[in-house]
């Protein structure tokens, strides 16, 4: 068959995007699979299952990302990647991650059952913990694969009842040997959900972002003093949780202050000691400032700064600031957006060109690789939750264009 007219197996990538749902199924048709939890090794073992029927070489690095590597006709070219990840949100979707690491698999499994030759190898990859949401910050394979993050404090990094990312990443027989460490890639592909509104708004099938915003987490912890309820006068408090409370207006309001485009958010609270007849002493609360403008968005994290010093000096609470994560916005490689953007049109769907909202470990990549990524759209924008939803043939029509923009890359000598 011509090259030009290859297409996809729909009913097979569904078929493997509904098998890969068992794997943590919450009960309102979600998943739940933590990073290096039980669900995200079963996961990881049916993919690396899958990958043994297909000849290609499978690699684990020591943050426990996969990589399987199909051989081209000249292996000393910098192959082509494309991949995402397996991990998911607590009570994630069927789609967010997934989608890409299957896209690829279908996208290899196409190529293989076609016999054809690339000129250059294929990389298709799992990275471990994109979502940052069991152990903070996110993307942290594809993070440290590209040298943005240290491996050493990666591995310390603890979960909510101080397991530590190491042992947990040995527990589930996923620390592998092979240096995470990055190496050169000739253009780097992911196709996600776009996991916003903007698709289905503009009645568009592909989406071409040109980047992804900055990411800035903060960990804010604050100290009050408990005390029985009853007794204790409401005047002289030291209340942590109106403390907080406070602060997470804040942010909310932060955005509108600030102008300009960007989100913020506060989705994580710990409160101790969590009674509703003590006066609370120990808050954590979680800070994300996301924009395309680095500056906006470090300003806005000034300003607040300001609100908080206020907050904790007038309720008598003091507080301690981290900033776990910051990466910059991160532009994709223009020509491979254009490709993405062109190969849509050729296949007869329509696209449109946008920015990331979203975090993805093509923003890693894309500080090391000319990089790209394909969005279909999310039914109702809704992403992170159960109920996330995309049309079977608008994962079709995505998996065809990565299969097309893939192939062409690796056609090039
Ligand atoms: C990743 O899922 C993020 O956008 O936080
Ligand atoms: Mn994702
Ligand atoms: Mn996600």
């Known amino acids: 068959m011509e090259i030009k007219n290859l297409r996809v197996n729909g009913i097979r990538l569904r078929e493997s995007l509904e098998?890969?749902?068992?794997?943590?199924?919450?009960?309102?048709?979600?998943?739940?699979?933590?990073?290096?939890?039980?669900?995200?090794?079963?996961?990881?073992?049916?993919f690396v299952r899958w990958l043994s029927e297909m000849d290609v070489e499978i690699r684990v690095d020591e943050m426990g990302s996969i990589f399987g590597k199909r051989r081209g006709k000249n292996n000393d070219l910098a192959p082509v990647m494309s991949g995402s990840h397996i991990d998911s949100q607590p009570k994630g979707g069927r789609f967010d991650g997934i989608l890409g690491v299957m896209g690829a698999l279908e996208v290899l499994r196409t190529i293989h059952e076609n016999k054809?030759?690339?000129?250059?190898?294929?990389?298709?990859?799992?990275?471990?913990?994109?979502?940052?949401?069991?152990?903070?910050?996110?993307?942290?394979?594809?993070?440290?694969?590209?040298?943005?993050?240290?491996?050493?404090?990666?591995?310390?990094?603890?979960?909510i009842n101080g397991k530590r990312f190491v042992d947990e990443l040995?527990?589930?027989?996923?620390?592998?040997?092979?240096?995470?460490?990055?190496?050169?890639?000739?253009?780097?592909?992911?196709?996600?959900?776009?996991?916003?509104?903007?698709?289905?708004k503009e009645g568009k099938i592909i989406g071409a972002p040109k980047g992804v915003l900055c990411l800035r987490w903060y960990d804010i912890y604050l100290e009050g003093e408990a005390n029985q309820v009853g007794p204790t006068p409401m005047e002289g408090r030291h209340d942590a949780l109106c403390a907080a409370a406070e602060m997470i207006l804040k942010v909310n309001e932060l955005p509108a202050r600030m102008g300009g485009n960007m989100v913020a958010t506060v989705g994580e609270i710990q409160n101790s000691p969590n009674s509703r007849n003590v006066i609370p002493d120990k808050v954590h609360l979680t800070v994300d400032i996301r924009s395309w403008d680095d500056d906006l968005a470090q300003r806005a994290w000034e300003d607040l700064n300001k609100d908080f010093e206020e907050i904790t000096e007038r309720r008598g609470c003091p507080i301690r600031i981290e900033e776990t994560w910051r990466v910059e916005h991160s532009p994709f490689?223009?020509?491979?957006?254009?490709?993405?953007?062109?190969?849509?049109?050729?296949?007869?769907?329509?696209?449109?060109?946008?920015?990331?909202?979203?975090?993805?470990?093509?923003?890693?990549?894309?500080?090391?690789?000319?990089?790209?990524?394909?969005?279909?759209?999310?039914?109702?924008?809704?992403?992170h939750v159960e109920v996330e939803n995309t049309k079977w043939e608008d994962c079709e029509a995505g998996g065809n264009v990565l299969l097309h923009t893939v192939l062409q890359s690796a056609m090039e000598a």
């Open 19 to 46: 098998e890969m749902a068992k794997i943590g199924a919450t009960p309102n048709g979600g998943v739940q699979r933590l990073t290096l939890s039980d669900e995200d090794k079963r996961a990881r073992d049916l």
């Open 333 to 383: 490689d223009k020509k491979l957006v254009q490709k993405v953007l062109d190969t849509a049109d050729e296949l007869g769907y329509p696209a449109f060109h946008m920015v990331s909202g979203a975090g993805h470990d093509a923003s890693y990549m894309s500080q090391i690789a000319p990089t790209a990524m394909i969005f279909v759209p999310s039914i109702d924008g809704r992403s």
């Open 116 to 159: 054809i030759e690339t000129e250059r190898p294929i990389v298709i990859v799992d990275w471990t913990n994109e979502e940052g949401s069991r152990f903070a910050p996110a993307m942290i394979g594809s993070g440290v694969w590209a040298g943005a993050l240290e491996r050493g404090w990666v591995y310390n990094r603890t979960d």
């Open 170 to 200: 040995e527990r589930i027989g996923y620390k592998g040997t092979v240096p995470a460490k990055k190496w050169p890639v000739y253009a780097y592909y992911e196709y996600h959900i776009e996991q916003g509104p903007v698709l289905e």
